[in-house]
């Protein structure tokens, strides 16, 4: 009987000691979440807002450190001769791809991991808007809808964009740019089918993913809670979209694409429906721009503005706007009517 007792007793004695370890444990966890907790919530979105572009200006110093290796050592390895390096940089595709995806890396992915790791270590995926939701795919087509019949209303302002007299600086800028890409182009004509694939992957996949993941999860999330105006961070972060492509004869263009996908992330909340309307941007103009070279067009001909008439130019703009509501804002507008619906109503005391 006393032996019975005695293991009753080292029992008792046993699972008090599990249940003081699972004590600890608990105010250890709580106690870290609450500190990542007032981390978030006691660091200001300036704050984070500086730690973003410190980043990417750090980046690129180490870009610029990284080009200048590079192009120190192909020079050696030319023997000296720089132009017949620049030449042989053209017609290399493995290389611009190699050079696209680091700089995409380095300047736009990394500054955001970096915010993501010092303010959002508990909730990176709600900070990413990661969300990979078969409602989502619906949403990045209706995105792609929209943005399709935005395009001659896009145009238009091409052409009044084109009248502007940016300084000899910026049109220079603009015309180096529009040479770069035409210079991409045209090696992966020289390349063939292999590479129309490889500009495909450093012209429109590597960078829908990088810039989307910049511009839209870091900069303009940061922005709205910085401003705490929404509608404010879609048109700040849509003029820095469009000017940091240094092309000022497009300005006005990327100002409208970086407003369409400002709108689309702010209310699909996902990052899907932009980085799939933002690759089908980039790899319809590029392709075309591909089969066009490869048939002989030059580059006048191919800088020809494209324009319909003002009437359907008009139908296709309210087109646009009516489908944004409907799938976008209207859709929102439910959801959150659904989930306040849904949320318990606190007891009245009579």
């Known amino acids: 009987m006393n032996l019975q007792r005695f293991d009753f007793v080292v029992i008792v004695l046993y699972f008090c000691h599990?249940?003081?370890?699972?004590q600890k444990a608990y105010r250890r966890n709580n106690v870290e979440s609450k500190k990542n907790y007032d981390m978030e919530k006691n660091a200001h979105p300036f704050k984070q807002f500086l730690v973003l572009i410190g980043s990417h200006l750090g980046m690129l110093i180490a870009l610029v450190v990284i080009l200048v290796v590079v192009i120190v050592a192909m020079i050696a390895g030319s023997n000296g001769d720089a132009q017949s390096m620049l030449s042989n940089l053209d017609d290399n595709m493995g290389l611009l791809l190699a050079m696209t995806f680091v700089q995409d890396i380095l300047l736009f992915v990394v500054p955001v991991l970096i915010v993501a790791r010092c303010f959002y270590r508990d909730n990176k995926r709600e900070f990413y808007r990661y969300d990979l939701s078969r409602s989502k795919w619906l949403l990045a087509l209706a995105g792609v809808a929209t943005y399709a019949l935005?395009?001659?209303?896009?145009?238009?302002?091409?052409?009044?964009n084109n009248q502007w007299d940016f300084g000899q600086l910026f049109s220079s800028m603009s015309e180096e740019y529009t040479k770069m890409i035409y210079e991409v182009v045209g090696a992966a004509v020289n390349a063939g089918f292999i590479g129309l694939l490889l500009m495909v992957l450093a012209v429109a996949v590597i960078p829908a993913i990088c810039e989307e993941l910049f511009f839209r999860v870091g900069l303009q999330q940061l922005l709205g809670k910085w401003f705490r105006n929404d509608h404010v961070a879609v048109v700040v972060t849509a003029l820095i979209f469009s000017f940091v492509h240094f092309d000022m004869d497009g300005f006005l263009i990327r100002f409208v694409m970086g407003m369409v996908l400002g709108y689309v992330f702010l209310y699909s909340r996902s990052l899907v429906p932009n980085v799939m309307l933002h690759f089908v941007n980039n790899a319809l103009s590029t392709?075309?721009?591909?089969?066009?070279?490869?048939?002989?067009?030059?580059l006048a001909e191919l800088e020809q503005p494209w324009m319909l008439h003002w009437?359907?130019?008009t139908i296709c703009t309210?087109?646009?706007i009516v489908l944004f509501w409907y799938c976008f804002v209207r859709?929102?507008?439910?959801v959150q009517q659904q989930s306040d619906d849904s949320e318990p109503q606190s007891p009245v005391n009579c």
């Open 18 to 22: 599990i249940n003081k370890l699972f």
């Open 150 to 160: 935005l395009t001659p209303f896009a145009d238009w302002l091409g052409v009044w």
């Open 287 to 298: 392709v075309s721009m591909y089969f066009a070279l490869r048939n002989g067009k030059s």
């Open 311 to 313: 009437l359907p130019t």
């Open 318 to 320: 309210i087109a646009a």
């Open 331 to 334: 859709k929102r507008n439910t």
